[in-house]
């Protein structure tokens, strides 16, 4: 049986020093992967895990720091994200008041939103997953949408002391595993949205999903040079974006070595494109409408 461990706050992992932060990122991982064996007290004991666990956890934009993303580097495509879109005024307003007012009810109103949200747990409970069906469209989208998306994670590890110099020729994550878990999404969503078929506004937000799993300085870069579908160089990147032109010139040459890119060297600066197969893929995916 899959297990869900629920976490409020993954940045109380991320602030750990990077030793006890690797260990913890190691032992989720092996737990992920549904197998996990590690010795203690010197060897006296054994602790060993097999089975299926999900991990669920809420997150501050700090998870989107260097740092913090290149720790999670390993895990990878076993972790999708969700970002919460930012509210207007007037939304933050009419909460605000709503909190002044209701807040003898406060105790009430999270009871009722978690036995709400029990219910609807147990009413899936025993569901035969397997008489939902994906049609062949929608499975090509999801394919792709992988496809695209491993590279755009890829992380290219560079030396920290030689500006640009990369200490190895990085490959791209695994696409089954991201595959994996946006598929079981797209199943879960299907099933609480009452069909029997997955369809394209299922497909839409498992799309959102997968992209917000993407830093967004990466997509705001490859945005840029999608619709613009000419060389450009880091200079033009940064004029167009914001970023700072050290981050354009770091992003335009990460796509390029996990092959998103080509590239042009001249005298005077770099120059990038997408290649085709990539804007091919973002076209058969449906990402287009979501970068």
């Known amino acids: 049986d899959y297990l869900l461990?629920?976490?409020?706050?993954?940045?109380?992992?991320?602030?750990?020093p990077?030793?006890?932060r690797g260990v913890i990122l190691q032992q989720l991982r092996g737990v992920f992967d549904g197998e996990y064996i590690d010795e203690t007290g010197g060897g006296k004991g054994v602790i060993e895990w097999k089975n299926r666990l999900n991990f669920l956890s809420a997150s501050t934009q700090d998870i989107e720091s260097v740092n913090s993303q290149q720790a999670l580097a390993d895990l990878g495509e076993r972790f999708l994200y969700y970002k919460m879109r930012a509210e207007g005024d007037e939304v933050v307003r009419r909460k605000?008041?709503?909190?002044?007012?209701?807040?003898k009810s406060d105790n009430a109103m999270r009871g009722a939103i978690a036995a709400a949200m029990l219910g609807v747990l147990k009413t899936y409970d025993g569901f035969d997953a397997s008489t939902i069906e994906f049609p062949d469209t929608v499975a090509g989208w999801l394919v792709e949408l992988c496809m695209v998306a491993v590279k755009?994670?890829?992380?290219?590890k560079r030396d920290s002391y030689r500006k640009g110099?990369?200490?190895?020729?990085p490959s791209p994550e695994g696409v089954m595993r991201m595959l994996k878990s946006a598929k079981g999404l797209l199943l879960g969503l299907t099933i609480v949205r009452g069909k029997k078929v997955a369809d394209i506004t299922d497909y839409a937000l498992v799309a959102r999903v997968v992209m917000d799993s993407i830093p967004s300085y990466r997509k705001t870069v490859l945005k840029t040079m999608y619709f613009s579908d000419k060389w450009l160089t880091p200079r033009a990147l940064a004029d167009i974006t914001g970023i700072s032109l050290y981050g354009c010139e770091l992003i335009a040459d990460d796509f390029y070595v996990v092959g998103m890119a080509d590239k042009d060297s001249s005298e005077v600066s770099n120059q990038y494109k997408l290649k085709a197969a990539t804007i091919e893929s973002i076209k058969k995916s449906g990402l287009e409408g979501l970068l």
């Open 152 to 156: 755009m994670r890829t992380r290219v």
């Open 96 to 103: 605000a008041m709503l909190s002044i007012t209701g807040h």
């Open 5 to 16: 461990m629920i976490n409020k706050d993954f940045g109380s992992i991320m602030a750990k």
């Open 18 to 20: 990077s030793a006890e």
């Open 165 to 169: 110099v990369i200490e190895y020729k």
